[in-house]
């Protein structure tokens, strides 16, 4: 009953700050206002809140520009976590578009819909990443291309790093940064969460989304670990198997070191 309530309360915030928020947002991807990058930033951190959604950042995000950060990808939780840390717009593919909630928080938040299977459409999606990156906007990349059970990193498909090369020439210093984002699910309820219990805040592919978000509710008080790696500059020569290969190994590291409660670096 308590946590019903307490879920409640949680729904009628989140939903008086997106009334409050939503129009604004709107008119700011109408008129394309520098408000529309950090707004959502502001809708996230109050949801986090609500939702009882605690994040400790460990590490800095980079200063340079152009800036592609690089995470694993456990849950829909990710892109709150990720967009309360900051302002950030996100590369998913076209079918979250139609997702009911997550696909309207998509469009608001202007994320890149990107078509894999279309080779036609590729050149023109990673011109319009690359020139996003080149005015400055934050681009998030999950390069495993799907959902994990936050415990490992799955493999990363290193031809999603294509739209950090297209953003190379448009760039003033000749390279693109690439940092390396760990996002781990350590706590619950303010014990240590286990394997046996990270499904609670992760959302494999196989699992449906309305029975899963309604047992994250109903659970709440989750503890994340967002972990800023050691970045890597992505010029005009460099081996994009060799820069996914390299982002891939520090994230591993600093997602296995998060779970294992050491010190994140």
């Not at 994040?55 to 990720?82: F, Q, Y």
């Not at 291309?145 to 950090?164: I, P, Y």
């Not at 014990?191 to 449906?208: C, E, N, T």
């Amino acid at each position: 009953m308590i946590a019903w309530l307490r879920v409640a309360f949680a729904g009628i915030v989140i939903f008086v700050a997106s009334l409050l928020l939503m129009p604004w947002q709107l008119l700011a991807l109408r008129f394309d206002w520098k408000l529309r990058r950090w707004l959502p930033r502001v809708w996230h951190r109050i949801v986090c809140f609500c939702l009882g959604i605690r994040i400790r950042v460990h590490g800095k995000m980079e200063t340079h520009r152009p800036l592609m950060l690089c995470a694993n990808h456990s849950s829909w939780m990710d892109i709150m976590v990720l967009s309360a840390v900051a302002d950030v717009a996100f590369i998913a593919k076209i079918e979250v578009r139609d997702w009911p909630i997550f696909g309207t928080l998509a469009k608001l938040q202007k994320s890149v819909f990107v078509v894999r299977e279309e080779k036609r459409k590729t050149g023109h999606q990673a011109n319009e990443i690359a020139t996003r990156m080149a005015d400055g906007e934050i681009v998030v990349l999950f390069p495993e291309g799907t959902t994990s059970d936050g415990n490992r990193l799955l493999e990363v498909k290193s031809s999603l790093f294509g739209a950090a090369a297209m953003a190379v020439p448009a760039s003033p210093t000749g390279a693109v940064v690439v940092q390396p984002v760990a996002v781990a699910y350590t706590g619950v309820h303010g014990l240590p969460m286990g394997r046996y219990h990270r499904p609670l805040a992760s959302w494999p592919g196989d699992v449906q989304m309305f029975p899963h978000l309604k047992d994250m509710l109903r659970c709440g008080a989750f503890e994340v670990e967002v972990c800023f790696g050691e970045a890597v500059e992505y010029r005009a020569n460099s081996n994009r198997k060799e820069v996914s290969t390299t982002i891939a190994r520090r994230i591993r590291t600093m997602l296995g070191a998060a779970l294992r409660g050491r010190k994140a670096a």
